[in-house]
């Protein structure tokens, strides 16, 4: 069983920075698949990047690359979300989630048991 508990959301313009926390508890292991979803209203929730626990593995949706930075700290439990040169697109309720398994279908919500309660993100530009 894991527990996730997201934070960080909040308002900013497009073009600003948010980072947002993920803090993981109950069992945390190498093969650990931590991934971050969004979803905007009246859309499907997507993916966005995801993380092995080991952190030697790690992916992108195509629309953060080169903006979104997924890391962990091992020592406290946590994965963080840096989100640079936001746009208006990226508004969303922004979820954490865990999985036992890191593979092909790490970019499917189908993969990830685990969630955390969301945090909003809103972009106004």
């Known amino acids: 069983q894991v527990q996730l508990v997201e934070s960080g959301g909040g308002l900013v313009q497009a073009g600003d920075s948010l980072r947002l926390s993920c803090a993981a508890s109950?069992?945390?292991?190498?093969?650990?698949?931590l991934g971050w979803f969004r979803q905007a209203p009246g859309k499907e929730r997507e993916f966005v990047a995801a993380?092995?626990?080991?952190?030697?593995?790690?992916v992108y949706a195509d629309s953060v690359k080169g903006r979104f930075t997924i890391s962990r700290d091992n020592a406290k439990n946590t994965v963080y979300l840096q989100m640079n040169s936001l746009k208006s697109e990226d508004t969303g309720v922004y979820y954490c989630?865990?999985?036992?398994?890191?593979?092909?279908?790490?970019?499917?919500?189908?993969?990830?048991?685990?969630w955390g309660q969301g945090t909003q993100v809103t972009v106004s530009s």
């Open positions: 989630a865990a999985s036992q398994t890191w593979g092909a279908r790490v970019y499917y919500t189908s993969n990830y048991p685990y």
């Open positions: 109950g069992r945390t292991f190498s093969s650990l698949a």
């Open positions: 993380i092995r626990w080991s952190g030697i593995s790690i």
